[in-house]
């Protein structure tokens, strides 16, 4: 990287402050350095690039620069830093020059931007959660904002994210930036994948890592085995592998690096989930958020058309005759399951277990045709090939995890917390808040107890992994999660990069999309937990 451009990198710094001279003084320091390049470019609005990649170095500079200020006029939750972005982009294109503007309309391709921005209007809470995300890394990412109807979840989530990838730990700052984009790259999630590109170079890691894995030091070559196994079956995961990264020769990992590189690799596939699954979309200042061509006469680029943006209101009349009692279908089932006294035998209760499992195998994810991924993503891991695959299918068994032997609660958390101290609490209080959410609502009806609905859904994804808590009668799933929504659950969970947006509108379709955003967290905590679960009992195996 180039000095100045080591150093342009602080140019931001300013505007995170809580403290509004210190952002004054910073947007001042920004308003003289745009002025100076575009007196420098001089007025010739044609030439200027129509991509920062082309053209002069100075033009693409000051095109970064402008990108990065249509973020702050969009998203800063200081208004100061807002309009004083958006009074300075003026100042630009009334000098002559090219500014960006948006692409796409808003956070989500599947959620109207209005639903979530009037989320961050109004609430003082939300608003104070914002300015801490924005004063921690300079920006407010889609995935917060989408994240921000549940403000008590995301406290907690980015509460315990800052942590890992900010605060003291075993792992420099750079190591966890890339490991993060090695995690979102097993699922081709390039929008995580440029996120952390951004931070590592951010906190001074090697361009040169980013040409691929076998760029990067051979400590963290040898992660990419966990990372692949992790991921797509964690179930293989043994203590041999945890040996071979502990000893091996000059690049051995210690356990608490180990800890580390675990809880980071497993938030960033379940994160990928909940990107694919909420249909996120570029952030403002990334690539393919925001474009510099100028409007054309019909609203639609042709990438909008391809991602199917056309359709924003366009809702599949399929099916919506038997769409109206499908709530009420929903709690009266619920109310069955509640009043039913029969006892089923503990072997009939393990028999509706490996059922559901073998079941849950031929759920098809959606469009099953095997996905390549583009170039610049699949360098950053090897074997692109390597993905999901059903336990029974390529007569591959795996044998049940009983929660009854190795559970988060018994074992794991204090494990972590051993070696990586206060993570475990914080993990903990994650999936607590994800799992016990409610306000007692379904679509348009009041006062309902949602707790048998959400014990479902976690344990249904945990038994896609495999693994089964001996009191839960595995019978209740089935009248509780309809094909279609156990069609989303598997693709979000085991190959999110599939995730559409018909498949987002086909599940609940009465619900709200806050109850959808919610199911969301509870599959990504649930995803994040399993993994966790196998590699945490790996590490036990090693250590005993």
Not at 193 to 221: I, S, T
Not at 260 to 280: E, K, M, P
Request: hydrophobic fraction near 35%.
């Amino acid at each position: 990287m180039e000095v100045q451009d080591q150093d342009s990198l602080g140019r931001w710094d300013g505007l995170s402050s809580r403290d509004a001279s210190s952002r004054d003084a910073a947007m001042e320091h920004i308003q003289q350095e745009v002025l100076g390049k575009v007196e420098a470019i001089g007025p010739i609005p044609a030439r200027v690039p129509s991509s920062p990649a082309s053209g002069c170095s100075q033009c693409s500079d000051l095109n970064n620069i402008l990108a990065h200020l249509l973020m702050l006029s969009k998203r800063c939750p200081f208004v100061d830093v807002q309009e004083r972005s958006i009074h300075l982009l003026q100042t630009v294109q009334d000098l002559g020059i090219r500014i960006p503007r948006p692409l796409g309309n808003g956070p989500s391709r599947f959620i109207p931007e209005k639903e979530i921005l009037q989320v961050s209007k109004v609430d003082g809470r939300t608003q104070s959660i914002f300015e801490d995300a924005f004063a921690a890394l300079g920006r407010l990412d889609n995935i917060s904002l989408v994240m921000s109807f549940h403000p008590q979840y995301l406290e907690s989530f980015l509460r315990t994210q800052h942590y890992l990838l900010q605060m003291d730990g075993p792992l420099p700052l750079h190591y966890r930036h890339y490991i993060g984009i090695m995690a979102a790259a097993r699922h081709q999630c390039s929008y995580l994948v440029n996120l952390h590109v951004n931070d590592f170079l951010q906190v001074g890691g090697n361009p040169k890592w980013l040409n691929g894995l076998d760029e990067a030091p051979q400590k963290l070559q040898q992660l990419g085995e966990l990372n692949k196994i992790l991921a797509h079956r964690p179930w293989l995961l043994t203590k041999e592998h945890i040996e071979h990264l502990l000893k091996a020769e000059e690049h051995s990992w210690s356990l608490a690096e180990l800890i580390h590189a675990v809880v980071l690799l497993t938030h960033y596939h379940s994160l990928a989930s909940f990107t694919f699954g909420c249909g996120i979309t570029p952030e403002l200042h990334c690539d393919g958020g925001h474009t510099f061509r100028p409007p054309s006469l019909s609203q639609y680029c042709v990438c909008d058309i391809a991602n199917g943006n056309g359709h924003a209101y366009h809702h599949d009349d399929l099916g919506n005759q038997d769409l109206n009692g499908e709530v009420e279908v929903l709690m009266e089932r619920m109310k069955q399951l509640q009043e039913c006294d029969e006892e089923a035998t503990q072997e009939e209760m393990a028999t509706r277990f490996e059922r559901e499992k073998t079941e849950s195998m031929l759920v098809v994810t959606a469009e099953d045709e095997e996905c390549v991924p583009s170039r610049d993503i699949s360098r950053h891991f090897e074997d692109p090939s390597y993905g999901y695959k059903d336990f029974s299918r390529g007569g591959e068994h795996v044998p049940t995890f009983r929660v009854q032997d190795y559970s988060w609660e018994d074992h794991g958390y204090s494990l972590v917390n051993r070696l990586y101290p206060d993570v475990g609490q914080m993990l903990d209080e994650k999936f607590q808040i994800a799992y016990n959410l409610t306000y007692n609502t379904m679509a348009t009806h009041k006062d309902v107890d949602t707790s048998m609905l959400r014990r479902a859904i976690w344990n249904y994804i945990h038994c896609m992994f495999g693994i089964r808590y001996d009191d839960y009668d595995y019978g209740e799933i089935n009248q509780l999660l309809d094909r279609s929504f156990k069609i989303y659950i598997k693709t979000m969970v085991c190959s999110p990069e599939k995730t559409t947006k018909r498949m987002y509108e086909s599940f609940w379709r009465q619900f709200q999309h806050s109850e959808k955003v919610h199911v969301n967290l509870l599959l990504m905590e649930a995803r994040m937990q399993a993994e966790l679960l196998y590699a945490l009992r790996a590490i036990t195996r090693y250590m005993t």
